[in-house]
C-alpha cells in the first residue's frame, strides 16, 4: 500500500527552473535569432507533420494496446462507435486541433512579430488577442489529452512475485494491488 503523502521530486524542479531561466536569458540577449528560430519551426512543414503523425500514432497505439478494454477516458463520439474509432478518429481529431492551433499562432506570431506578411487583414487588436487565447487554449489542452493517452499507453506496469501456501507464484501487477485496496 502505498503512502498518501506527496513528495517532490527537487532534482526535477531544480532541472526544469535551470531550462526556463536558461531560455529566458536566450530570448533575451540573442531575441533577434530567436525570432528567426521560432520563424523557421513554426513555418517548417515537419513541424505540422511530425506533430500530427506523432498523435496519430499515439492514439492508434493506445488503441492496439488496450483493445480488449474499455475506454477510460472521456470519448469523442460515443461508445456505440467502437474503442478503435474513438481512437482513430480521437488521433486525427486532437492531432488537426493541435496542428490548426500552431498554424493559427503562428500566422499571429509573423504578424506582431515580422513586417513582411500580414495573415489576418481585417481583424483588430481584440479580434487577434481573442484568437491567440482560444488557440494557446486548444492547443494546451489538445496537447495535454495526447499526454494522457501517451502515458497511459506507455505506463509500465511494475509486477510482484507472491509464494502462496500451496508453493505456487502468482504475480500481482499495481492495478490488479489498487484494485484490492479499492475494493475494501
Not at 456505440?80 to 493559427?104: E, P, R, W
Not at 487554449?137 to 501456501?165: C, P, R
Request: net charge neutral; proline share 0%.
Amino acid at each position: 500500500m502505498k503512502n498518501g503523502k506527496s513528495t517532490y521530486d527537487f532534482k526535477l524542479i531544480f532541472a526544469s527552473a535551470l531550462i526556463v531561466i536558461l531560455l529566458a536569458a536566450i530570448f533575451f540577449f540573442f531575441w533577434d535569432y530567436s525570432k528567426i528560430i521560432i520563424r523557421t519551426i513554426l513555418e517548417s512543414r515537419l513541424t505540422n507533420f511530425l506533430l500530427w503523425t506523432v498523435t496519430v500514432l499515439i492514439f492508434l497505439i493506445h488503441y492496439f494496446k488496450h483493445k480488449d478494454k474499455e475506454v477510460k477516458s472521456e470519448t469523442i463520439l460515443t461508445k456505440k462507435f467502437g474503442v478503435f474509432f474513438d481512437n482513430a478518429l480521437g488521433g486525427v481529431t486532437y492531432g488537426t486541433i493541435i496542428t490548426t492551433s500552431l498554424t493559427l499562432l503562428k500566422g499571429l506570431y509573423i504578424q506582431e512579430f515580422f513586417t513582411d506578411t500580414q495573415y489576418f487583414l481585417e481583424f483588430k487588436d481584440l479580434d487577434l488577442m481573442t484568437i491567440f487565447g482560444v488557440m494557446i487554449f486548444l492547443l494546451y489542452f489538445s496537447v495535454m489529452k495526447v499526454i494522457d493517452i501517451a502515458k497511459e499507453t506507455y505506463k509500465v506496469q511494475h509486477t510482484e512475485q507472491v509464494l502462496t501456501e500451496d508453493k505456487k507464484i502468482v504475480v500481482i501487477s499495481d492495478e490488479q494491488d489498487q484494485e484490492k485496496s479499492n475494493n475494501h
